[in-house]
Structure formats: structure tokens, C-alpha cells
DNA sequence: AGCCATTATGGTCTTGGCCA
DNA sequence: TGGCCAAGACCATAATGGCT
């Protein structure tokens, strides 16, 4: 992450930006440099923590120097040729980028895989739209992430992501998965703070069906939240929240007794 | 300044799909 | 059917934050 993450703190007027590798709360220590590079590699960069119920906003940059077809780093003479000064940084680092203990990278590199090569990304990765939430946290925590000028918002390992193909579809995922019923039934079986990608395989979601009514206000309700939560507005999510959950209720067919048994339970655990 | 709880990093371990 | 291996699930512990 040292040698990945990093603040653009200068653009210039030839098109390069000026950034700075985030070396501050690493593990592995790295050193801290800057350097202008190409811009082209960077995307924005949504940590764990930059995730919020319903609000996910990117407090980085990560350097994604990654052919997600081939599922290694990109070859290294095309890095010569269309992103030197990129290259140039990387080799910087390339003996802490060696000593990673990963085997999914070792064995890669070793096979003769470029030594800044990453583990799993793929197309998802890149995809425009996406659902995630935090792998670690005390409940669900989900929202969406689009795009930031142009280009996709990256979530680090500890975010799980589904890659959607619409906005609407994205936000009725969303809106579901922070639903009463999910995180409850999310918390009733997630190891003490994990929820990793498992979760469609214990709760059922219904695919989104633009023409059902109620995947539709679910979609609404649930971009309506996210602005609402992006504007700080608690008192504006509460009623949504509650809308949603009998949207969510309804999808699943539970009764409006059991659907307050599961949001009295909630505010119990929490 | 110290304690305790929570969060995040950097891994390791397990699984399931694929191929021979 | 069994071996392989990338992806996914899970974990130990360092870092951080809140509280007294």
C-alpha cells in the first residue's frame, strides 16, 4: 500500500501530476518520496474507512499499473514506452514490491509476471458502477461508488464489491443490502466483524427488474438516501430507512410485526 | 498517560472450479 | 478422480481513537 497509494499534490502545466506515496500508518515501511508521473494509471482510491452507510467517497489515489485481462501487471516494455516516468517510480520500490509474501503475487512474479503485479483484479475492478461494503466493521456498512472524473473509484482488499451494470441497479443493491432485514441476517451468521463476499450466497437478492415497481422505488429511496447522507442529513435518512425496510419486507415477504421484531432486535445488538 | 475498544493492515489458510 | 492453483475466507496483531 505504501508504494500504491498516493496523494496528487501538484498538477502541471505539462500534463504530469506531482504525488506523493502514503507511507503514514503502513506496515511495511517504504520510503516516502514524490515524484511527477503520468496521470493515467491513477485512479481514485476508496479505503475502508472512507465507507459510511449509504456514503462512500475516495480520500486517495492508487496507481493501478494492471492488465486486468492478462490478471498481472502490465507488461513492463509497454510501461517503458507509454508511461515512463510511472515505470521509473515503480522500479524505485521494486525491491519492497519483491519481498511481498503474498504467493498469489509470488508465484505470478516468479513465473514471469512484472515485478509490481497485484493480486485479484479484474474487470470488476474497473467496472463504473459498484455496490461495496467494509469486510471489517460492527454491521453491514454499504453504498455505491461511481466514477470520479471519469474514471472508476478503485476499492482497496478490505471493501467487497459487486460490479453493476446500470446506476439504478446499483443503488437498488445498495439500498437492499442496508436494509433492517439484510443486516440482520448478515450479523446473525458473519464471524465476529467479517463480511466478505458470502453474503449473496446467505441472503437472496432478486436480481434488478427495471420494470417491478418495487425494485424501482427501492432504486429511488436508496439514491435518495445517499444524498441525503452525503449532505449529513440523519434526521432525512430515518424515514427513508423506514421505507426501505418495508420495501425490503415486502421482497421477502415478511409480515409488518416481524419486520419490527427484526429493527427492535437491531437497535438491541447495536 | 494509560487503558480499553475498535479499526485496519498485511498477511495465512481454505475452498471450489478446472483440467488432465 | 485427484491434483493444482487462483480466488475467497478468515485471522493475528499493529495502529488508532476515545475515554478517564
Known amino acids: 500500500n505504501g508504494v500504491y497509494w498516493m496523494d496528487i499534490i501538484d498538477k502541471r502545466p505539462d500534463g504530469l501530476v506531482v504525488i506523493s506515496n502514503i507511507t503514514e500508518g503502513a506496515k511495511r515501511k517504504v520510503e516516502s518520496i514524490q515524484m511527477a508521473i503520468e496521470p493515467d494509471l491513477l485512479y481514485p482510491l476508496l479505503r475502508g474507512r472512507d465507507v459510511k452507510r449509504w456514503h462512500a467517497e475516495p480520500s486517495a489515489y492508487i496507481l493501478m499499473a494492471q492488465d486486468p485481462d492478462k490478471r498481472r501487471g502490465i507488461d513492463e516494455d509497454e510501461m517503458k514506452t507509454n508511461y515512463p516516468k510511472t515505470y521509473l ?15 498469489g503475487v509470488t508465484d505470478m512474479i516468479e513465473e514471469g509476471a512484472p515485478f509490481y503485479t497485484m493480486f485479484s ?12 461494503w467494509r469486510e471489517q466493521a460492527s454491521s453491514l456498512t454499504g453504498s455505491v461508488a461511481f466514477t470520479v472524473e471519469d474514471k472508476p473509484i478503485i476499492p482497496d482488499h478490505k471493501l467487497m464489491l459487486i460490479n453493476c451494470s446500470t446506476r439504478e441497479g446499483a443503488y437498488y443493491l445498495s439500498g437492499i443490502l442496508n436494509s433492517s432485514p439484510a443486516k440482520f441476517a448478515a450479523i446473525s451468521y458473519a464471524v465476529e466483524i467479517q463480511f466478505d463476499t458470502h453474503l ?31 449532505r449529513g442529513s440523519e434526521t432525512g435518512l430515518k424515514g427513508l430507512e423506514q421505507r426501505i425496510d418495508e420495501l425490503a419486507a415486502q421482497i421477502w415477504g415478511l409480515t409488518g410485526e416481524e419486520l419490527k421484531e427484526i429493527q427492535t432486535s437491531l437497535e438491541e445488538i447495536a
Open 89 to 103: 517510480y515503480l522500479k524505485r520500490f521494486e525491491a519492497a514490491l519483491r519481498e511481498r509474501k503474498s504467493r
Open 200 to 230: 449473496l450466497q446467505n441472503i437472496r437478492i432478486p436480481k434488478f427488474d427495471p420494470g417491478n415497481k418495487v425494485h424501482q422505488e427501492l432504486a429511488g429511496l436508496s439514491q435518495n438516501a445517499h444524498e441525503a447522507a452525503a
Open 121 to 132: 483484479v479484474g474487470d470488476y475492478t474497473f467496472a463504473p458502477y459498484k455496490v461495496v
